[in-house]
């Protein structure tokens, strides 16, 4: 009854309420070992440690008899055959089943006493050092408002552990009935390294096959340091890795934990107690001790995967460190790796935000010169030589060190990649080098210590530099170069420097298949170079940078590498003096002033010059006197002729042309204003420009004429002519026509009352050119004669057409010129057509004027036209003789005569025309016969006129139709004429001809 009323009341008791005194009083009285040891200790695992002391040691008590009846059995066999004490062993536990489960409970609790000691142990050390894994809870207010009133005063009186003790990541009870292996991993993975360093201390034999799973929970953010008695080491002796050495709670295993009785117990086929897993399940273990090889490969990945999750460097170089402090083989290398990798993350200079994500493998698929431009890629010019010292030249040597003990020396490995990085980097970090390299340095000071090598350096980086804006920066490299006292014979260092600059620019010329020269490419060409030859190429280089600057300075910056380029390139010379003298004056806030012009010849004409070494400027192969005219025609393509004219006429004129070639490069820029002008109004704009681009020379006859070709083309533009429908006529257009007096005709053409401006049209025929030319007047007053016409303004057309009668007599009658000058015959063949175009027209009622139109027409056609002419004559001859009949018909009726429309003809023709006309005919003894009546001679006189006047193209407007008079004074229209069959017309025409042919005494065939 008592032993069952403990059991109840057992059952029924919380852990909590568990205390030390229940189990040394209640516990201890009750009989039943089984029960005590079974339900009561094993089966009860509370989080006290001093109760559940108390447990486990008052279980291990009530298993003692069980030891010694198993001991009693084993002493009566009297053997000690391992056979034998396991047979006994089996048959005793088939027989005493409760004994067999007490020794199974007594093995339990015992390991469970060992785990509790090793718990014990870790709170005290974690007391001790603060390092439980976790994060110590924040204290609760004591006097916490909101509290229930129950926390704080439930405190168990049994609970005797200190409220001070730091709590490990794992409890007590999980910590005796968990996997160890498990806890193990768990501790591992929370950071809790001195729990975890005793767990293996004390329970090494267990977990040491483990090793490597629990090493894999460890974060790879952890260093080294903290878990170090848990990384693998090496044993010299052995080759191989040491086994770790434990401390057990106890140093002789007990009876149950033997081999034989644990295999006693698992062959008896009882159900024995299994209260927790068993430790490893699921684990991967390692019980073999691993060699050398396999030992530097488990470091190996370890480092991979410490840098691929964390990216760490830091962290994984520890390790490598570690493992090489232990002896391992072939860390060295990887360690060395590390270092140069670490010195790269953590030591170099480093953007603000470090995006760069380093592995091994990234940095072993790094070349050499790639690693140092990867260290110097963030420092700045004040950090650059410092970097280089501590960060570069380490490495370059840890890479000589290198080959040299992979048997193939290279002591020029560090200065050749150093000279690399040094041509491949901006201009700016080159200089930095450089002036970290004076000759007057000290030479442990100097990253460059020889001389010629950073002569040669410099040489190819400014000439292989595509910079056109870091003058500076290139001076600062040149002052940093040596100077060496080289004596040298004049006409021999000539050659030499035209040698050396030939070399060079045909090298850099870009091509095709090479279009430009790298830095590393010019240092091979180089390196060569005797010293005498290296410091007069360094004289080139000095006369080329104050080249440059000057070009820089008038913003037409050109690389270095264009000096040796155009060295012996007229053309490149020339190009680039005009790009100068014009690309300086379109910098508006730049040349505004007289003096920032003459600066800027000063320049231009110190390029052509030689300099004290005899090496001449980058315009070296042009004259002052072209340099000069190119500089002028700068400053007048910027339109600044004020500025042109102060130059020109200031008492210090540093212009040393003559008035011709100032003319011509006045004109030259007039064209250029002109052609580029888009309107034709000389009061604006670049036409503007071109007119009074004019008048900085002294006046002279050609600029005049200029001047007015530039008043003639604003007067055309003015009339609104047109190159195509809708787009006015250009400037250029005009400029390049040929035939000019075209643009008389298209003014007529495009304008309905330009015609009526006879001295306006005419002078713009003078402005284009035709001042003096007798012949191109007498053709516009032509077209003049002939838009009036088509206009039907029959007086305008005459008086243009008596004016030009007049200026072909004068010419003809001109001593000056001979009767056959072919001048004479095209004005007199223009002059009688146009007379006859207009004197033929019966809607001129002027009778008297169409007669003596007609009558110059025969004076001045030739022979062979003469019929056609008399034709239209015979018709207005026949009305007039039909008007003086009817005037002599109403006289003699005593009637008024009504006054005819049409003037008589003696009344209207000039007796001197008459008379010639009548002389003409005599001599062709030509009575005016019927046959000359035909209409189709005015058909003929109209195809010859138009043939003749072909260059000049009238007008056609006007009436879309005329008529002409018949025989008999009667209108007859020229469509029926033309409606006539082909036969007939063609017939009419060859006797025609041939009668006219026959009056004026042409042979006959």
């Given at each position: 009854?008592?032993?069952?009323?403990?059991?109840?009341?057992?059952?029924?008791?919380?852990?909590?309420?568990?205390?030390?005194?229940?189990?040394?009083?209640?516990?201890?009285?009750?009989?039943?070992?089984?029960?005590?040891?079974?339900?009561?200790?094993?089966?009860?695992?509370?989080?006290?440690?001093?109760?559940?002391?108390?447990?486990?040691?008052?279980?291990?008590?009530?298993?003692?008899?069980?030891?010694?009846?198993?001991?009693?059995?084993?002493?009566?066999?009297?053997?000690?055959?391992?056979?034998?004490?396991?047979?006994?062993?089996?048959?005793?536990?088939?027989?005493?089943?409760?004994?067999?489960?007490?020794?199974?409970?007594?093995?339990?609790?015992?390991?469970?006493?060992?785990?509790?000691?090793?718990?014990?142990?870790?709170?005290?050390?974690?007391?001790?050092?603060?390092?439980?894994?976790?994060?110590?809870?924040?204290?609760?207010?004591?006097?916490?408002?909101?509290?229930?009133?129950?926390?704080?005063?439930?405190?168990?009186?049994?609970?005797?552990?200190?409220?001070?003790?730091?709590?490990?990541?794992?409890?007590?009870?999980?910590?005796?009935?968990?996997?160890?292996?498990?806890?193990?991993?768990?501790?591992?993975?929370?950071?809790?390294?001195?729990?975890?360093?005793?767990?293996?201390?004390?329970?090494?034999?267990?977990?040491?096959?483990?090793?490597?799973?629990?090493?894999?929970?460890?974060?790879?953010?952890?260093?080294?340091?903290?878990?170090?008695?848990?990384?693998?080491?090496?044993?010299?002796?052995?080759?191989?890795?040491?086994?770790?050495?434990?401390?057990?709670?106890?140093?002789?295993?007990?009876?149950?934990?033997?081999?034989?009785?644990?295999?006693?117990?698992?062959?008896?086929?009882?159900?024995?107690?299994?209260?927790?897993?068993?430790?490893?399940?699921?684990?991967?273990?390692?019980?073999?001790?691993?060699?050398?090889?396999?030992?530097?490969?488990?470091?190996?990945?370890?480092?991979?995967?410490?840098?691929?999750?964390?990216?760490?460097?830091?962290?994984?170089?520890?390790?490598?460190?570690?493992?090489?402090?232990?002896?391992?083989?072939?860390?060295?290398?990887?360690?060395?790796?590390?270092?140069?990798?670490?010195?790269?993350?953590?030591?170099?200079?480093?953007?603000?935000?470090?995006?760069?994500?380093?592995?091994?493998?990234?940095?072993?698929?790094?070349?050499?010169?790639?690693?140092?431009?990867?260290?110097?890629?963030?420092?700045?010019?004040?950090?650059?030589?410092?970097?280089?010292?501590?960060?570069?030249?380490?490495?370059?040597?840890?890479?000589?060190?290198?080959?040299?003990?992979?048997?193939?020396?290279?002591?020029?490995?560090?200065?050749?990649?150093?000279?690399?990085?040094?041509?491949?980097?901006?201009?700016?970090?080159?200089?930095?080098?450089?002036?970290?390299?004076?000759?007057?340095?000290?030479?442990?000071?100097?990253?460059?210590?020889?001389?010629?090598?950073?002569?040669?350096?410099?040489?190819?980086?400014?000439?292989?530099?595509?910079?056109?804006?870091?003058?500076?920066?290139?001076?600062?490299?040149?002052?940093?170069?040596?100077?060496?006292?080289?004596?040298?014979?004049?006409?021999?260092?000539?050659?030499?420097?035209?040698?050396?600059v030939a070399s060079l620019g045909t090298f850099v010329k870009p091509s095709i298949m090479h279009p430009c020269s790298t830095p590393s490419e010019l240092l091979i060409l180089f390196k060569p170079l005797s010293l005498s030859s290296l410091s007069r190429a360094l004289d080139i280089l000095d006369v080329h940078l104050e080249s440059g600057e000057i070009f820089s300075r008038w913003s037409v910056p050109a690389p270095l590498r264009w000096f040796l380029q155009s060295n012996g390139d007229i053309n490149e010379q020339r190009s680039w003096a005009n790009r100068m003298a014009r690309r300086a004056g379109g910098q508006q806030d730049q040349l505004n002033t007289q003096e920032d012009w003459e600066w800027l010849l000063e320049d231009m004409l110190k390029l052509t010059g030689k300099g004290d070494n005899g090496l001449k400027g980058a315009f070296g192969l042009l004259s002052r006197d072209e340099v000069t005219r190119i500089f002028l025609s700068g400053l007048l393509s910027t339109g600044k002729f004020d500025i042109a004219k102060a130059i020109l006429r200031s008492p210090r004129n540093k212009i040393d042309l003559d008035a011709n070639t100032i003319e011509d490069i006045c004109i030259s820029c007039f064209h250029e204003l002109y052609d580029n002008a888009s309107s034709g109004n000389y009061k604006i704009g670049d036409m503007k420009l071109a007119y009074d681009c004019l008048d900085i020379p002294r006046s002279s006859n050609r600029l005049v004429k200029e001047k007015q070709f530039v008043e003639a083309?604003?007067?055309?533009?003015?009339?609104?002519?047109?190159?195509?429908?809708?787009?006015?006529?250009?400037?250029?257009?005009?400029?390049?026509?040929?035939?000019?007096?075209?643009?008389?005709?298209?003014?007529?053409?495009?304008?309905?009352?330009?015609?009526?401006?006879?001295?306006?049209?005419?002078?713009?025929?003078?402005?284009?050119?035709?001042?003096?030319?007798?012949?191109?007047?007498?053709?516009?007053?032509?077209?003049?004669?002939?838009?009036?016409?088509?206009?039907?303004?029959?007086?305008?057309?005459?008086?243009?057409?008596?004016?030009?009668?007049?200026?072909?007599?004068?010419?003809?009658?001109?001593?000056?010129?001979?009767?056959?000058?072919?001048?004479?015959?095209?004005?007199?063949?223009?002059?009688?057509?146009?007379?006859?175009?207009?004197?033929?027209?019966?809607?001129?009622?002027?009778?008297?004027?169409?007669?003596?139109?007609?009558?110059?027409?025969?004076?001045?056609?030739?022979?062979?036209?003469?019929?056609?002419?008399?034709?239209?004559?015979?018709?207005?001859?026949?009305?007039?003789?039909?008007?003086?009949?009817?005037?002599?018909?109403?006289?003699?009726?005593?009637?008024?005569?009504?006054?005819?429309?049409?003037?008589?003809?003696?009344?209207?023709?000039?007796?001197?025309?008459?008379?010639?006309?009548?002389?003409?005919?005599?001599?062709?003894?030509?009575?005016?016969?019927?046959?000359?009546?035909?209409?189709?001679?005015?058909?003929?006189?109209?195809?010859?006129?138009?043939?003749?006047?072909?260059?000049?193209?009238?007008?056609?407007?006007?009436?879309?139709?005329?008529?002409?008079?018949?025989?008999?004074?009667?209108?007859?229209?020229?469509?029926?004429?033309?409606?006539?069959?082909?036969?007939?017309?063609?017939?009419?025409?060859?006797?025609?001809?041939?009668?006219?042919?026959?009056?004026?005494?042409?042979?006959?065939?």
């Open positions: 009854m008592a032993s069952t009323s403990a059991y109840t009341q057992w059952a029924s008791l919380p852990d909590d309420e568990i205390t030390t005194n229940y189990v040394e009083t209640t516990l201890s009285a009750v009989p039943d070992d089984l029960w005590v040891a079974a339900a009561a200790c094993l089966d009860r695992a509370v989080n006290n440690t001093e109760v559940q002391e108390s447990l486990l040691k008052l279980g291990i008590s009530r298993t003692e008899r069980v030891i010694q009846r198993c001991q009693d059995t084993l002493a009566s066999e009297e053997t000690e055959a391992p056979d034998t004490i396991h047979n006994s062993l089996v048959e005793y536990f088939v027989n005493s089943p409760i004994d067999a489960r007490l020794c199974n409970i007594r093995s339990i609790l015992l390991q469970r006493l060992d785990r509790l000691n090793t718990y014990v142990e870790m709170e005290k050390s974690a007391l001790e050092s603060g390092d439980t894994g976790v994060e110590d809870d924040v204290d609760e207010w004591e006097d916490d408002p909101w509290a229930d009133g129950t926390a704080g005063s439930s405190t168990s009186t049994t609970d005797t552990r200190t409220k001070s003790s730091p709590q490990l990541p794992v409890s007590l009870s999980s910590f005796l009935l968990g996997d160890i292996v498990r806890l193990a991993c768990e501790l591992a993975s929370l950071e809790a390294f001195s729990a975890l360093h005793i767990l293996f201390k004390r329970h090494g034999p267990v977990l040491w096959p483990f090793r490597f799973v629990i090493l894999e929970n460890i974060p790879e953010h952890i260093h080294p340091s903290l878990y170090n008695f848990l990384l693998p080491s090496y044993s010299p002796a052995t080759n191989s890795e040491p086994t770790m050495i434990s401390e057990p709670w106890r140093m002789q295993p007990d009876f149950v934990e033997a081999r034989q009785c644990q295999s006693a117990l698992q062959e008896s086929n009882l159900a024995l107690d299994q209260v927790h897993t068993v430790d490893g399940v699921g684990y991967e273990a390692h019980h073999l001790l691993l060699s050398d090889d396999e030992l530097s490969t488990w470091y190996k990945n370890r480092v991979n995967r410490v840098i691929h999750s964390s990216g760490m460097i830091d962290i994984a170089l520890a390790i490598v460190q570690h493992g090489a402090s232990q002896g391992i083989p072939g860390l060295d290398e990887l360690g060395e790796e590390l270092s140069l990798l670490s010195r790269l993350v953590y030591d170099a200079p480093q953007a603000d935000e470090m995006d760069d994500d380093w592995t091994l493998a990234r940095w072993y698929s790094l070349e050499p010169l790639a690693v140092v431009h990867a260290y110097l890629a963030h420092s700045t010019p004040g950090s650059l030589a410092e970097d280089i010292s501590r960060l570069v030249m380490p490495y370059l040597y840890v890479l000589e060190a290198r080959a040299e003990r992979a048997g193939s020396p290279d002591p020029s490995l560090p200065t050749r990649i150093l000279y690399e990085y040094i041509l491949s980097a901006p201009l700016e970090k080159a200089a930095v080098i450089f002036e970290a390299s004076k000759p007057t340095l000290p030479p442990a000071q100097r990253l460059i210590r020889d001389d010629e090598d950073i002569a040669r350096l410099a040489l190819a980086c400014l000439y292989g530099s595509d910079s056109l804006d870091e003058w500076s920066t290139m001076s600062r490299i040149f002052e940093c170069l040596p100077a060496w006292d080289i004596s040298r014979d004049d006409d021999n260092d000539e050659d030499v420097a035209d040698t050396t083309t604003s007067r055309i533009s003015s009339f609104n002519v047109q190159s195509r429908p809708g787009i006015p006529i250009s400037p250029i257009e005009i400029r390049l026509t040929k035939d000019r007096l075209s643009l008389i005709s298209r003014v007529l053409s495009s304008n309905n009352d330009a015609y009526k401006h006879t001295e306006v049209i005419l002078d713009l025929s003078y402005k284009l050119g035709f001042a003096e030319d007798v012949v191109a007047e007498v053709k516009v007053l032509a077209m003049l004669a002939d838009t009036a016409l088509q206009a039907e303004d029959f007086e305008r057309a005459y008086e243009n057409s008596e004016r030009m009668v007049d200026i072909v007599f004068k010419l003809r009658a001109s001593s000056e010129l001979d009767a056959d000058d072919p001048r004479i015959h095209e004005v007199t063949e223009v002059c009688w057509i146009a007379c006859f175009q207009l004197g033929r027209q019966p809607e001129f009622e002027e009778l008297g004027k169409r007669m003596l139109l007609l009558g110059r027409a025969l004076e001045l056609c030739p022979a062979e036209k003469l019929h056609d002419v008399l034709t239209a004559w015979q018709r207005l001859e026949n009305e007039d003789i039909q008007n003086r009949e009817e005037r002599m018909t109403h006289r003699r009726s005593g009637t008024a005569a009504v006054s005819s429309p049409r003037k008589l003809v003696d009344s209207s023709l000039p007796i001197n025309v008459a008379s010639t006309l009548r002389a003409r005919l005599q001599d062709f003894h030509m009575p005016s016969p019927p046959l000359l009546s035909t209409p189709d001679a005015a058909a003929l006189a109209s195809r010859t006129f138009k043939s003749v006047a072909a260059n000049f193209p009238f007008g056609h407007r006007g009436r879309s139709q005329l008529s002409e008079t018949d025989d008999t004074g009667s209108h007859r229209s020229t469509s029926t004429r033309r409606t006539e069959g082909e036969d007939v017309s063609a017939h009419a025409t060859r006797v025609l001809s041939k009668g006219i042919g026959w009056l004026i005494g042409a042979d006959e065939e």
